[in-house]
C-alpha cells in the first residue's frame, strides 16, 4: 500500500523558512515524479512543484519560484521542500503526492500544515 | 498558464440522480491531458479520471469523463451517498499544472 507522510509544517513568521518533509512507502521511490501541493484554509488546490525520479528537473508554480526548492533523497524514500521567504499567502496545507503520467497526482499524503503569521 | 472553470460552482441533488460537471479551458488542453478528483471534507483529494476519460484503479463505473480541447465533463450516472464531495479537475498538458477551483455536489 502507498503511503506517504508530510512533517515540518509550524507557525512562522512573514520573512521565515522552513522545511518539509515527506516519507514515502509501500511503492519504488525513485522510479516516480513527485510532487507538492497546496490548499488554502477553505480554497482549492494549488500546485506548488514537480521533482523527477532522479532529481535532474524541477519545476515551480510563478508563485513560489525563486523561493521554494524541492528536493529528494532516494536512499531514504523522502521528499523535501525548503521555502524560504515566506509569505502570509503561503499559509495552507501541503499535501506531497505521487505523479501518475508525470502529470496526475494518483496518490496523497494527509498533509501538514504551515501557518505563516506574526 | 491554462486557466480552468468548474461549473457550476454547487449542485444540489437526491441520491439517484445524475450529476454532470463541467470544466472548460481557457486554451486547448494537449492530449486531453485532464483529470478530475473528489475531495471529502478532511481528507486528501482522490484520482477519480485521468487523460479525460481514463477511471483510475478502484473507481467504480458510474463515474465517467470525457471532452476534449477546452470542454470536458465528469458524469455520476447515479449519486450514492458516499459521492457527495467537491470535485476539480486539473490540467496537465503544459508544465504547469493547474486545477480548476472545484464544483461540491451537496445533497438536496
Known amino acids: 500500500e502507498v503511503q506517504l507522510v508530510e512533517s515540518g509544517g509550524v507557525v512562522v513568521q512573514p520573512g521565515g523558512s522552513l522545511r518539509l518533509s515527506c516519507a514515502a512507502s509501500?511503492?519504488?521511490?525513485?522510479?516516480?515524479?513527485m510532487h507538492w501541493v497546496r490548499q488554502a484554509p477553505g480554497k482549492g488546490l494549488e500546485w506548488v512543484s514537480l521533482?523527477?525520479?532522479?532529481?535532474?528537473?524541477?519545476y515551480y508554480a510563478d508563485s513560489v519560484k525563486g523561493r521554494f526548492t524541492i528536493s529528494r533523497d532516494n536512499s531514504k524514500n523522502s521528499l523535501y521542500l525548503q521555502m524560504n521567504s515566506l509569505r502570509t499567502e503561503d499559509t495552507a496545507l501541503y499535501y506531497c503526492?505521487?505523479?501518475?503520467?508525470?502529470?496526475?497526482?494518483?496518490?496523497w499524503g494527509q498533509g501538514t500544515l504551515v501557518t505563516v503569521s506574526s | 498558464e491554462i486557466v480552468l472553470t468548474q461549473s457550476p460552482a454547487t449542485l444540489s441533488l437526491s441520491p439517484g440522480e445524475r450529476a454532470t460537471l463541467s470544466c472548460g479551458a481557457s486554451q486547448s488542453v494537449s492530449s486531453s491531458y485532464l483529470a478530475w478528483y473528489q475531495q471529502k471534507p478532511g481528507l486528501a483529494p482522490r484520482l477519480l479520471i485521468y487523460d479525460a476519460s481514463s477511471r483510475a484503479t478502484g473507481i467504480p463505473d458510474r463515474f465517467s469523463g470525457s471532452g476534449s480541447g477546452t470542454d470536458f465533463t465528469l458524469t455520476i450516472s447515479r449519486l450514492e451517498p458516499e459521492d457527495f464531495a467537491v470535485y476539480y479537475c486539473q490540467q496537465y498538458g503544459s508544465s504547469s499544472w493547474t486545477f480548476g477551483q472545484g464544483t461540491k455536489v451537496e445533497i438536496k
Open positions: 503526492a505521487k505523479g501518475f503520467l508525470v502529470g496526475v497526482f494518483d496518490n
Open positions: 509501500g511503492f519504488t521511490f525513485d522510479d516516480y515524479t
Open positions: 521533482i523527477s525520479w532522479d532529481g535532474g528537473s524541477t
